[in-house]
């Protein structure tokens, strides 16, 4: 069931891996274990933010050496107040959903004939 | 295998725009952090995965394997068997020359003019641009097979032992088939503003001409009709209404153009636009029919000297051995040369003087520079309040011919 703030159970997680630390940039793949994500579904979400506003990213000052630089990203000032509504919905959202009462339908015994 | 991979997403990066490039390289960048070899291959499989959905993706790695099976075509007809003798070196030059100088010109004109019209007919007219030169390569690198051992021109000796007559001769060979390159190229431009409508009548006139052209000459050019459908007179209206498409065809195809050109409002006064339109559309055309009859005759030639089932179509019930040697006969004469050179040459210079004069006669007056009409009648939709004359004056038949020039990039564009 899709929250109402619009994201995704999936988007939701990952915003909340970045809330959880807004001021620092994180890793894509610390994002990915964090969230339990795989990178087909982690970065088109981290694309989708981006191009929204809610999520900056940079590319690594100084990697380790013989490796390549890695990307980073964290909330901006948008996304953070997002990700706290949003999350704070989704929140909501699941205290209050609770199932139907189930339906008990009167059995009809085979040897009764409705009068015509 | 990193470096491997690295590479390989790297490469792949590059497919994409330049927006999502840099995305794809920190999923590339990212898996070297993986400990896990089996993880890191299910990052790389989620990475290729996210590649493979973007929109443009698809395009542009099949625009990759059509051009690696056409290299692969003119590479198999060109070394996949024996050529006839250590100096026929031509054979393999030739293909070579051609893919350079398609890449360059590629090149200059993405720089001049920016990548390819975003229409589907301006792709298509590129793809079958591509096709048509390696199909031409395979065909003359055939008839080069065929009969270089008693051709003077086409057996060159070793590189040190060139003569100036044949330099020049071959050098004319691949600059004509730069010239149709860079046309095509140019036309089918974001940047040429050659309009998607100008593009379509260009192509569908051209290729009634080639079709007409083909069916009465499929195997060479002479003075009667070489179709086996065509014998004695009955080949006659067919050779007529040839002359008259080749004659009239750019002629209206200009017309009809320019008719159907309505300019955008920041760009070229009406009757300057107009004239661009149909001199691109008679271009066009003769380019395209020059390729159709060009292409398909020389490979007809060539492949029925192989195939049992084209050699008894077009020749009748003749062996192999008899279809080779007839056309062995024809490709050493001078008709041959004459012929095919005279289609190459003229055809444009015809579509593009035929398709000038009409779109001068049409929108060359200051009337018509005014308002964007002629005597075809109104083009566009165009209201509001009529618009100043044009700074320059009225055009002339010099300007015809500068938007000429400009097309097939010899003047900057905006002259």
Same mark, same amino acid.
């Given at each position: 069931?899709?929250?109402?703030?619009?994201?995704?159970?999936?988007?939701?997680?990952?915003?909340?891996?970045?809330?959880?630390?807004?001021?620092?940039?994180?890793?894509?793949?610390?994002?990915?274990?964090?969230?339990?994500?795989?990178?087909?579904?982690?970065?088109?979400?981290?694309?989708?933010?981006?191009?929204?506003?809610?999520?900056?990213?940079?590319?690594?000052?100084?990697?380790?050496?013989?490796?390549?630089?890695?990307?980073?990203?964290?909330?901006?000032?948008?996304?953070?107040?997002?990700?706290?509504?949003?999350?704070?919905?989704?929140?909501?959202?699941?205290?209050?959903?609770?199932?139907?009462?189930?339906?008990?339908?009167?059995?009809?015994?085979?040897?009764?004939?409705?009068?015509? | 295998?990193?470096?491997?991979?690295?590479?390989?997403?790297?490469?792949?990066?590059?497919?994409?725009?330049?927006?999502?490039?840099?995305?794809?390289?920190?999923?590339?960048?990212?898996?070297?952090?993986?400990?896990?070899?089996?993880?890191?291959?299910?990052?790389?499989?989620?990475?290729?995965?996210?590649?493979?959905?973007?929109?443009?993706?698809?395009?542009?790695?099949?625009?990759?394997?059509?051009?690696?099976?056409?290299?692969?075509?003119?590479?198999?007809?060109?070394?996949?068997?024996?050529?006839?003798?250590?100096?026929?070196?031509?054979?393999?030059?030739?293909?070579?020359?051609?893919?350079?100088?398609?890449?360059?010109?590629?090149?200059?004109?993405?720089?001049?003019?920016? =990548?390819?019209?975003?229409?589907? %007919?301006?792709?298509?007219?590129?793809?079958?641009?591509?096709?048509?030169?390696?199909?031409?390569?395979?065909?003359?690198?055939?008839?080069?097979?065929?009969?270089?051992?008693?051709?003077?021109?086409?057996?060159?000796?070793?590189?040190?032992?060139?003569?100036?007559?044949?330099?020049?001769?071959?050098?004319?060979?691949?600059?004509?088939?730069?010239?149709?390159?860079?046309?095509?190229?140019? %036309?089918?431009?974001?940047?040429?503003?050659?309009?998607?409508?100008?593009?379509?009548?260009?192509?569908?006139?051209?290729?009634?001409?080639?079709?007409?052209?083909? =069916?009465?000459?499929?195997?060479?050019?002479?003075?009667?009709?070489?179709?086996?459908?065509?014998?004695?007179?009955?080949?006659?209206?067919?050779?007529?209404?040839?002359?008259?498409?080749?004659?009239?065809?750019?002629?209206?195809?200009?017309?009809?153009?320019?008719?159907?050109?309505?300019?955008? =409002?920041?760009?070229?006064?009406?009757?300057?636009?107009?004239?661009?339109?149909?001199?691109?559309?008679?271009?066009?055309?003769?380019?395209?029919?020059?390729?159709?009859?060009?292409?398909?005759?020389?490979?007809?030639?060539?492949?029925?000297?192989?195939?049992?089932?084209?050699?008894?179509?077009?020749?009748?019930?003749?062996?192999?051995?008899?279809?080779?040697?007839?056309?062995?006969?024809?490709?050493?004469?001078?008709?041959?040369?004459?012929?095919?050179?005279?289609?190459?040459?003229?055809?444009?210079?015809?579509?593009?003087?035929?398709?000038?004069?009409?779109?001068?006669?049409?929108?060359?007056?200051?009337?018509?520079?005014?308002?964007?009409?002629?005597?075809?009648?109104?083009?566009?939709?165009?209201?509001?309040?009529?618009?100043?004359?044009?700074?320059?004056?009225?055009?002339?038949?010099?300007?015809?011919?500068?938007? =000429?020039?400009?097309?097939?990039?010899?003047?900057?564009?905006?002259?």
């Amino acid at each position: 069931m899709t929250p109402r703030s619009g994201f995704s159970r999936q988007t939701l997680s990952v915003l909340a891996a970045l809330s959880a630390r807004p001021s620092d940039w994180q890793h894509g793949y610390a994002l990915a274990k964090q969230t339990g994500l795989k990178s087909g579904t982690l970065y088109p979400i981290l694309i989708r933010l981006a191009d929204r506003g809610l999520v900056e990213a940079c590319w690594q000052d100084e990697p380790q050496p013989g490796k390549p630089r890695r990307h980073l990203y964290r909330l901006t000032a948008n996304g953070a107040a997002a990700a706290a509504a949003a999350l704070a919905d989704a929140e909501a959202t699941a205290a209050t959903a609770s199932p139907p009462p189930a339906r008990v339908r009167p059995r009809v015994p085979r040897s009764v004939t409705w009068a015509g | 295998m990193g470096r491997l991979s690295r590479a390989a997403g790297w490469g792949a990066a590059r497919l994409l725009p330049a927006e999502r490039r840099e995305w794809a390289k920190a999923i590339w960048a990212e898996a070297d952090e993986i400990p896990s070899a089996l993880e890191r291959l299910r990052w790389y499989v989620g990475g290729t995965w996210l590649l493979a959905k973007e929109p443009l993706m698809g395009r542009r790695v099949g625009r990759c394997l059509m051009f690696a099976a056409l290299i692969a075509a003119m590479a198999s007809s060109a070394w996949g068997s024996a050529t006839a003798g250590a100096d026929m070196w031509v054979v393999r030059a030739l293909p070579i020359a051609t893919v350079a100088v398609t890449i360059l010109l590629a090149l200059v004109a993405r720089s001049r003019l920016g =990548a390819v019209a975003d229409s589907l %007919i301006a792709r298509t007219l590129r793809i079958s641009m591509y096709l048509a030169m390696a199909l031409l390569i395979v065909a003359v690198t055939g008839l080069v097979r065929l009969t270089g051992a008693e051709s003077a021109l086409l057996r060159l000796g070793p590189p040190s032992q060139l003569s100036a007559g044949k330099v020049v001769a071959w050098s004319l060979v691949e600059l004509l088939l730069a010239a149709y390159i860079a046309a095509v190229l140019a %036309i089918t431009a974001q940047r040429s503003r050659v309009a998607p409508t100008t593009l379509v009548i260009g192509t569908a006139v051209g290729i009634v001409l080639g079709a007409t052209m083909y =069916a009465i000459m499929p195997l060479g050019v002479w003075e009667f009709s070489t179709a086996p459908w065509l014998r004695g007179t009955a080949g006659d209206p067919v050779v007529v209404l040839a002359w008259v498409l080749l004659l009239i065809g750019p002629f209206v195809a200009g017309l009809a153009a320019g008719r159907c050109y309505s300019r955008p =409002a920041s760009h070229l006064a009406g009757g300057s636009g107009k004239i661009r339109q149909g001199i691109a559309a008679g271009a066009l055309m003769t380019i395209v029919a020059s390729l159709i009859v060009c292409v398909l005759g020389l490979l007809t030639l060539a492949e029925s000297a192989h195939i049992a089932w084209l050699a008894q179509l077009m020749l009748g019930g003749h062996h192999l051995s008899a279809a080779a040697d007839a056309h062995r006969a024809y490709v050493l004469s001078k008709s041959f040369a004459i012929g095919y050179a005279l289609i190459w040459l003229f055809f444009p210079l015809i579509g593009l003087g035929m398709s000038a004069l009409a779109a001068n006669i049409a929108w060359g007056s200051p009337t018509s520079e005014q308002h964007g009409n002629g005597p075809g009648g109104g083009g566009g939709n165009e209201e509001g309040p009529e618009p100043p004359p044009s700074p320059v004056g009225e055009p002339e038949a010099g300007e015809a011919i500068g938007v =000429a020039l400009e097309l097939v990039g010899a003047l900057p564009s905006g002259t």
